[in-house]
C-alpha cells in the first residue's frame, strides 16, 4: 500500500492503564470493549497491545525537555540552509580554481580564496556546527556558567546587553561579498477576518484593546452588521494561523549582522535559556528542594509550560 505520513504522539500513562481504563465498568469504559449481554471481555490486553498505532510512543524525559516551537525550528532550519550553501559554495570555488589555468594570477587569486573560506567555515576537515545550530548560537555569547548540575548563559548574554559578547556575531568575511541565492523557510502569522478575509486586518484601536480586528467590521453601519449577521449566523472573529513560508536572499544580506540568520541565533539563545530554565530538570528539582528545606510550610510555583509534572510517591 501506499505509506502515509503521520505526526507522531507521545503517551503518559502506562498502556495497561490505559486498557484498564478502556474496559472498565464504574464511571469509564468503552461500550464495544465489553459484551452488552454477558459483560465480557472483547478486547484482551494482548490484542490492545498488538493494535495499539505506532506511531504514538511513550513520553520519555527527552520529550519533556524538548520543544517543538517554531523558535526553535526556525533557527535549526535556516542553520540548515546556511550550512547546505556553504558545502554548495565550497564545491563552486573548488570547481573555479580547477577550471583556471595553472599558471597566472588568476589561478593564484582562486586558490588563496578557496583556503580562507575553508579556514573560516571549517574544522578538523568537517563544516563547523553541520547540523549543530545550538552550538552555532553559543558563539555569540559568553560561556556558559553551571547553576545546580545545569549550564545557562548569563541573563545579560540571553537578552544581548552583556558588553562582553554583545558585538561577538560576526558574519564569514567570504560570504559578506557573495552574491548566491540562499533558500529558507520561516514561520510567518497570518490573520483573517471570518467575514472579510485577511486584506483589514489592523491593531484593535479601543483604549485597553488586544489583539486585531477587521476594520470594515469596525466601519459597517448596525443596519449592515445586522444583516450580515443573519446571513453569516456567526459573529465576525479575527483569527491567527502560523504558515511556513519559503523565501530566498543573498548570502551576503542572510549572513550580515542583524540578518536573518543573527536574529534567529540571538531568539535560539534566549528561548533555550527560557526553556531549559523552567524545565522539569530544573524548575521543579528547585521547587523539591525548597519545600524539602522549609518543612511545614507550602511552595507554589506557577510557570506557563507545557510538560505535565508527574510528583513522585512520597508527594
Given amino acids: 500500500g501506499n505509506k502515509v505520513k503521520i505526526r507522531k504522539m507521545v503517551y503518559t500513562n502506562p498502556l495497561r492503564e490505559i486498557h484498564n481504563s478502556l474496559i472498565a465498568t464504574d464511571g469509564g469504559g468503552c461500550s464495544f470493549a465489553r459484551n452488552p449481554t454477558t459483560g465480557e471481555v472483547l478486547v484482551s490486553e494482548s490484542t490492545f497491545y498488538k493494535y495499539f498505532p505506532n506511531w504514538i510512543v511513550p513520553m520519555s524525559q527527552n520529550y519533556k525537555d524538548r520543544c517543538c516551537c517554531h523558535l526553535c525550528n526556525v533557527p535549526e532550519g535556516l542553520h540548515k540552509s546556511l550550512c547546505l550553501s556553504r558545502k554548495k559554495l565550497m564545491r563552486s570555488l573548488e570547481e573555479k580554481v580547477r577550471c583556471t589555468p595553472a599558471s597566472g594570477r588568476a589561478r593564484t587569486t582562486a586558490q588563496s580564496t578557496l583556503n580562507r573560506y575553508k579556514a573560516e567555515v571549517m574544522e578538523g576537515g568537517s563544516l563547523k556546527f553541520d547540523g549543530n545550530v545550538f ?150 528539582g528547585q521547587v523539591r528542594e525548597l519545600v524539602d528545606s522549609r518543612p511545614g510550610e507550602m511552595a507554589l510555583d506557577e510557570a506557563d509550560h507545557a510538560e505535565d509534572y508527574q510528583p513522585e510517591k512520597d508527594g
Fill in 135 to 284: 552550538q552555532a548560537a553559543c558563539q555569540v555569547a559568553c560561556p556558559r556558567l553551571e547553576i545546580n548540575g545545569a549550564k545557562f548563559h548569563k541573563f545579560a548574554c540571553v537578552l544581548r546587553d552583556c558588553q562582553t559578547c554583545k558585538d561577538n556575531y560576526k558574519p564569514v568575511r567570504t560570504e559578506t561579498s557573495r552574491s548566491e541565492t540562499i533558500k529558507f523557510e520561516k514561520f510567518v502569522t497570518v490573520r483573517e477576518c471570518s467575514w472579510h478575509g485577511d486584506k483589514n486586518i489592523v491593531p484593535n484601536p479601543s483604549p485597553n484593546g488586544k489583539g486585531y480586528v477587521c476594520q470594515v467590521c469596525l466601519d459597517l453601519s448596525p443596519e449592515k452588521y445586522d444583516k450580515l449577521r443573519a446571513a453569516k449566523k456567526k459573529d465576525p472573529k479575527v483569527t491567527s494561523k502560523r504558515h511556513r513560508m519559503s523565501y530566498m536572499l543573498p548570502l551576503s544580506a542572510f549572513v550580515k549582522k542583524g540578518g536573518e540568520y543573527n536574529t534567529a541565533l540571538e531568539n535560539l539563545l534566549f528561548h533555550a535559556f527560557h526553556r531549559k530554565w523552567i524545565s522539569p530538570s530544573h524548575a521543579v
